[in-house]
């Protein structure tokens, strides 16, 4: 439909503005410096409501799930399964824009 089109139009010629918030790998214990990715039960595109898991990873001592801090749509996923991440670094970037637009159109 043309309202779509235009939506997707406007997305893309201003992506600076989007609020794309970048949720990096936990603390997941005083010893534990990385993890490893062994499930993602979203992809990008994805929409999640706050505290849902998007990545879940695994250590010697402990697996943690990894849950988006507010909702928003999944724009990556930085990794893929079995890749071994480190604390601190990036591990999915969040649109929290999206949360505002899905509440317009219900």
Do not use: H
Request: charged share 25%; hydrophobic share 45%.
């Amino acid at each position: 439909s043309l309202l779509s089109r235009s939506r997707t139009l406007a997305t893309r010629s201003m992506p600076s503005q989007m609020p794309i918030k970048l949720v990096e790998v936990p603390s997941m214990g005083d010893s534990i410096t990385e993890g490893t990715i062994v499930d993602l039960p979203v992809a990008p595109g994805d929409y999640v409501e706050a505290d849902d898991v998007v990545v879940v990873l695994e250590t010697d001592k402990v697996s943690v799930d990894v849950r988006a801090p507010e909702g928003g749509a999944i724009v990556e996923i930085i990794g893929e399964i079995d890749d071994v991440v480190e604390v601190g670094s990036g591990l999915f970037r969040l649109d929290t824009d999206a949360a505002a637009d899905a509440d317009a159109d219900a």
